[in-house]
Structures are given as C-alpha cells and as structure tokens.
Antibody
Framework: QLLLQESGPGLVKPSETLSLTCTVSGGSMNSNNYLWVWIRQPPGKGLEWIGSFFYSGTSYYNPSLKSRVTVSGDTSKNQFSLKLTSVTAADTAVYFC????????????WGQGTLVTVSS | QSALTQPASVSGSPGQSITISCTGTSSDVGNYNLVSWYQQHHPGKAPKLIIFDVTKRPSGVSDRFSGSKSGNTASLTISGLQAEDEADYYCCSYAGSNTVLFGEGTKLTVL
C-alpha cells in the first residue's frame, strides 16, 4: 500500500523559508506514470496546487507561486521536497503531498497533511 | 491561472439528487477530458477521489456519484442523497504543461 508522509517544522517565522519533505513508502517514485505534488489548504479555504516533481528531475509550478517555490526530489531516497521562500501569514496552511496519476487526472494517494503556521 | 468556478454551497434532502457545477475555460476544462472530483469531510484532512477522467469512479466509490462535462463546464451529480454525503466537494482539471487547477469548493448540506 502506497503511503505518503509529510515532515517538517510546524512553525515558520515571517520572511523565512518553509521547508517540507514527503517520504513515499510502499512504491517507487521512479515511474513515468506519476507526478509527485504539493497542495495546500489555508484554514477555512480551498485547495491550491503548489507544484510537482517528475522522476526525471523536472518540476512544474503554479504560476502564482513560481517566484517563491522550489519542488525537488531524491528518487534514491523516495522523497520529494518543498521550499517556499519569503513566507507571510497568508502561507499558513495545511500542506499535503500527493501522488498524481498522469494522463488520468487522479490525485489518488494523499499524505495526512501537516499544518504550517507562519508567525513570529 | 484562476480557480475553477463552483457554487459556494448546495443543499438537498435525503433521497434527492443534487448537481455541482465546475466552470473553467477552453484552456483547462474545455480542452481536456481530465476532470476529477474530491470529497473532503473535514477541512484540513486529506480529500478523497470520487470521480476521475470526467466520468470514471475509483473502485469502492458509490455509483450514486457521477460526473459529466459539456464545453467548459464539468458537473458532479449525487443521487439518492445520504447524510454521509455532507462534505466539501472540489473539482480539479488538468490545465496543460503538467499543471492542474482546483475549483473553489462547494459545501454540500444534507437537510
């Protein structure tokens, strides 16, 4: 059974960098069939796609966040990561790591999510 | 990229049917048959995939859930409403170049 687990600090100061890692178990990231995705949900708001990582090393970003986001991966460790720079209170959210099935638009396996609060 | 447009809320009585719309553009919903729907019972908890490829249901999802698309608008229909269907629902569309867009979300209330 494929499992995804987010890890990282739950509290980040304004203007600093938010860093999260997703560890994938029960399956390999090395597949042409999937993208490895970060999605967030601010309190009381909807879902927002942040960016994704393809096993070949290519990453794709939400244009509205592109200037501040880096999504990377280490397929040898079965992990992928998110870095979001210059954070503000508006970046406070639950962050999910998710597997996306290409050519089928399925976000089929989700991590449990981790709340990151931006506050001094 | 703007979020796909969904009604903020819909409601229905047990046994009735409801439909939630999801309107995008010719660059996303209208250009690809790659629309999925997600059910989220608790904000901040992982959503559940209920429809993919516009009309397909994952194994284990009730056939009371169905999807369709016409032009730039996709729809989710829930028939035979049950109390357990009360949740937030999000549509999602492929938008090209390995990017996706979510809808704003719709809160379903079962009266």
């Amino acid at each position: 059974q494929l499992l995804l687990q987010e890890s990282g600090p739950g509290l980040v100061k304004p203007s600093e960098t938010l860093s999260l890692t997703c560890t994938v178990s029960g399956g390999s990231m090395n597949s042409n069939n999937y993208l490895w995705v970060w999605i967030r949900q601010p309190p009381g708001k909807g879902l927002e796609w942040i960016g994704s990582f393809f096993y070949s090393g290519t990453s794709y970003y939400n244009p509205s966040l592109k200037s501040r986001v880096t999504v990377s991966g280490d397929t040898s460790k079965n992990q992928f990561s998110l870095k979001l720079t210059s954070v503000t209170a508006a970046d406070t959210a639950v962050y999910f790591c998710v597997r996306y099935v290409r050519f089928s638009d399925q976000l089929d396996h989700w991590g449990q999510g981790t709340l990151v609060t931006v506050s001094s | 990229q703007s979020a796909l447009t969904q009604p903020a809320s819909v409601s229905g009585s047990p046994g009735q049917s409801i439909t939630i719309s999801c309107t995008g553009t010719s660059s996303d919903v209208g250009n690809y048959n790659l629309v999925s729907w997600y059910q989220q019972h608790h904000p901040g908890k992982a959503p559940k995939l209920i429809i993919f490829d516009v009309t397909k249901r994952p194994s284990g999802v009730s056939d009371r859930f169905s999807g369709s698309k016409s032009g730039n608008t996709a729809s989710l229909t829930i028939s035979g409403l049950q109390a357990e269907d009360e949740a937030d629902y999000y549509c999602c569309s492929y938008a090209g170049s390995n990017t996706v867009l979510f809808g704003e979300g719709t809160k379903l209330t079962v009266l």
